[in-house]
Structure formats: C-alpha cells, structure tokens
C-alpha cells in the first residue's frame, strides 16, 4: 500500500429548510491516500523513463561489444585491413607483427552496394612487420631497402592482396630491387616528415628511390602545398588541422582521434548492427539506397561491374587545371624532400576502373564527362613531368589492354572491388621497374614489359 497522508476537504452546503431560516453549515471530512511525488506534484519516476532507460541501454551495449571482443574477429568478417589498423605505434598505422590468414572476402563495391557477394579469390595472407608496415616476402631482410614506395592508400597497402602479389612484392621480384611498402592507412597524415624520418632511421640506409603513387581522386584527400612551399595545409577545417597551429596539440589529438576510430571501427556490436540493417534495406522491406550511391554497369559478358561513388565523383563533379596545378605542386614538394634526405623521386599515377573501363561502357553525358576525367590525367602527368618529376601514368597502359580483357574476360581489376588483382598489379610493377631500371646504366627492360608512358 502506498504511503500517502490525510486530505480534507471542506464543503459548504446552503440549505433551506423550515427548521431553519439560515444556510446550514455541512462538513464533510474524506481522507484517502496519495504517493507522495503526486502529492508534491512531481511526476512518478519508471524505471522506462528515458532518463534511466538510456544509461542502461548504453551499459548493456558496451558490456557485451566489451565481451564480444574476446571472440575471434575473423568471426565478425571485418575487413582485414580494420584488424590491422587496431594497435599501430605512434608513427606508423598498423599493428607491428600482425600475421593472419583471411578465408573470406567480400568486394568492397558489393558491400558498399548492398548487394550479396558473386565475386571470389583465394584466402588473403595479411602480415604487418615489426615497424607496423605491410610486408614484403620478396625483400631480402639482410640487405638495404633500394625503392621505398609512398602515399597510395589502400592500393599501395594492398587492401584485397595477399602479401606477395601488393605492387612492392611483386615489384621487388620483377626488378631484384628490395622495395619497402610504406603505405598508411586512409585516417592517418601520409605527408608527416617526422614519421617519415622515424622510418627512415631504422632502415640501414636511405633507399635510393621513392615511389610516389597518386590517386585519381587525391584532389580532396592529401595535403595540398600552400603559398609558402615548405608549408603544407590541409584542404579541410578538420580538429586535427587546428591541432597543427598549436604546439603539442597535434600529436595528442591525433593519437586520441585515431584510437576512438580504431576502437569504433572494430566494434562487434556496430558490425552486426550493420549488417541487420542492411538485411531489412535489400529492396526486398525496404529501399536499397546504397545501390543508388554509385553506379552499376553490364560488361559485355553480360556481368555487372560495380562502381563505388568515389569512383563516379570525379566525372560527375569534374576536375579543372588547377586541381593538376596544386596536384603537381604536391609532388614537387615531395620530391624536394625526398632529395634532401637522398632519394630521387618517381610518381606513378593510378586512374579509377571508371576511367579505365567507363569508355567502353557509358555513353552520352556520362562518357564525355570520362574524357574529362581522361584529360585530367595527361595533365597532370604533363604538369608533373614540367616540375622536373619522372612520372609514369598507368591510365595508357591499361586502357590499352581494355578490349582483351573484355574478349578474354580476365580482367585486370575486381569488378566488385575497387582494387586492382594480382595480373592488374603485375602490368605496373613491370612497366614501373623498367622504367627506373632504364634510368640506371647498363640495365635494359624488365622481361615481359608491357607499354608505358613515363619520362624525365
């Protein structure tokens, strides 16, 4: 029974009567309970009110992704370049001496779409070495490292790649140069000198060459030179960017804003979230939006090809000559680093499969905004080439193999991935070594060479 305490309330009655000539006063005395909270006019608190509600819904959440963590991750099918990017040193991204064996896969482009996988490769050999960079199992630990590759995000790393087939394997055991895979990950600064430095110091000596590879679509992704040509900005007004302006600022907040997104990105309970959400969004409950973020063409084997919107952006925004002004820029600002610490300097411009093999599938406005696109690339090789920077473009030498593939149906690229396979990595590796072998004297072509487009 609640406990409550006595109310009174007080009626006054008139009443005519021959008895009387006056209104009688009546009392009428009722008690009865109240809770205390109504009686002070507070609002009785449940225990689904929000405000108690939430806190448990959030205890409850972080205890059991806190349990959920120690499963095996492979159980979660997190991409595994999220397992490798979970405990990295603080000048690298990626977790020193990490060795693991992925037997599933799924094309980012799939995922991304929403669509169930069709595509397949074998399981994926994942090992980071003990500086927390990917690894080559073609170099020779007991000599120098001679070609140290750069920038490149998720192609350099090799995000659908075993070991040996990411482009400084494969390089290494077409040239015999030993090549040092120096990619980063995507929420890392690729352009910090002091991490650069910090890598260079544990080698056994600066390698001789350094191997720029430059996106398609790095116009929004990498530091862009400002007036002064020693000061490198962001393009962005990102925390971390305010970060940079005030001393010791910048590495705290940069450490603490890529532990919160490491720690968020390996989250068993976000994972299954996900995936519960897309089961009810396939266009079978509801609306497939994701589908309708990129684009999805038919091959002429009758395949679909699915184009992530990254991809698509850059034709359907357009790119201008001063994005291949300040991209060229960027690169001569590499390349005047990299010569005061002993290295010469090549960039390997990489174009998206949209570039590639949009030609032949779009038409109408969509095609002539792909030869935009196309246009882009050859000035920036052009503008790259006028800074005294050798320069190899892949857009020529793949694009020149398109109808093959298309005949043979081996192509060069994943069609529901945005990577590029082993025989894609293998056209450039061997293009890229036989231009910097032929820059040496005395060496010639590297056996099986396939056209290139590079110079001085």
Not at 53 to 82: C, E, G, I, K, N
Not at 127 to 154: I, M, Q, T
Not at 385 to 398: D, E, F, M, S
Not at 429 to 454: C, F
């Amino acid at each position: 029974m609640a406990v409550g305490r006595t109310c009174c309330h007080l009626f006054i009655v008139p009443v005519h009567s021959e008895q009387s000539c006056h209104s009688l006063l009546f009392m009428r005395l009722t008690s009865f309970s109240l809770p205390e909270e109504a009686a002070s006019g507070e609002e009785t608190p449940r225990w689904w009110a929000l405000g108690r509600l939430a806190p448990l819904v959030l205890v409850l959440w972080f205890s059991l992704d806190l349990l959920f963590r120690f499963a095996p991750a492979q159980w979660f099918r997190l991409h595994p370049v999220t397992l490798i990017d979970g405990r990295p040193l603080p000048n690298s991204s990626f977790t020193p001496n990490y060795n693991a064996v992925f037997r599933y896969w799924e094309g980012d482009g799939a995922s991304e779409a929403n669509l169930p996988p069709t595509e397949r490769r074998t399981p994926l050999q994942i090992s980071v070495d003990s500086l927390g960079f990917r690894r080559n199992p073609y170099a020779d630990p007991g000599e120098p490292f001679e070609v140290l590759f750069l920038l490149g995000r998720s192609f350099l790393l090799g995000a659908a790649l075993s070991d040996e087939e990411t482009l400084p394997a494969i390089f290494t055991r077409v040239s015999g140069l030993n090549a040092y895979n120096g990619a980063r990950s995507a929420d890392d600064p690729v352009d910090n000198l002091e991490d650069l430095d910090w890598l260079l110091k544990r080698m056994a000596g600066p390698p001789s060459v350094a191997v720029l590879v430059i996106l398609e679509d790095d116009k929004a992704e990498i530091r862009s030179v400002a007036e002064s040509p020693t000061d490198t900005v962001r393009n962005d007004q990102t925390a971390e960017a305010v970060a940079h302006r005030v001393p010791g600022l910048s590495d705290r907040a940069m450490e603490i804003r890529r532990l919160i997104k490491r720690w968020w990105a390996v989250s068993p309970l976000r994972t299954l979230s996900t995936r519960l959400m897309k089961s009810v969004t396939d266009d079978r409950l509801l609306p497939n939006e994701a589908l309708r973020s990129g684009r999805q063409l038919m091959l002429p084997d009758g395949r679909p090809m699915l184009f992530r919107r990254y991809e698509v952006l850059p034709a359907q925004k357009g790119r201008t000559r001063l994005d291949a002004e300040r991209l060229a820029e960027y690169a001569s600002w590499w390349r005047s680093q990299l010569a005061q610490r002993g290295m010469d300097t090549w960039v390997l411009l990489l174009p998206s499969r949209y570039t590639i093999y949009g030609p032949w599938l779009e038409n109408g406005d969509m095609l002539e905004r792909i030869r935009q696109v196309e246009a882009h690339m050859y000035e920036l090789e052009r503008q790259i080439r006028q800074r005294g920077v050798k320069t190899l473009n892949a857009l020529p030498i793949y694009q020149a193999s398109v109808k093959k593939q298309f005949a043979t149906g081996e192509l060069l690229f994943f069609r529901e991935d945005n990577h590029w396979k082993p025989s894609g990595v293998e056209v450039i590796a061997r293009a890229l070594a036989d231009s910097i072998l032929s820059a040496r004297p005395g060496h010639g072509p590297v056996k099986g060479t396939t056209t290139s487009s590079h110079g001085d």
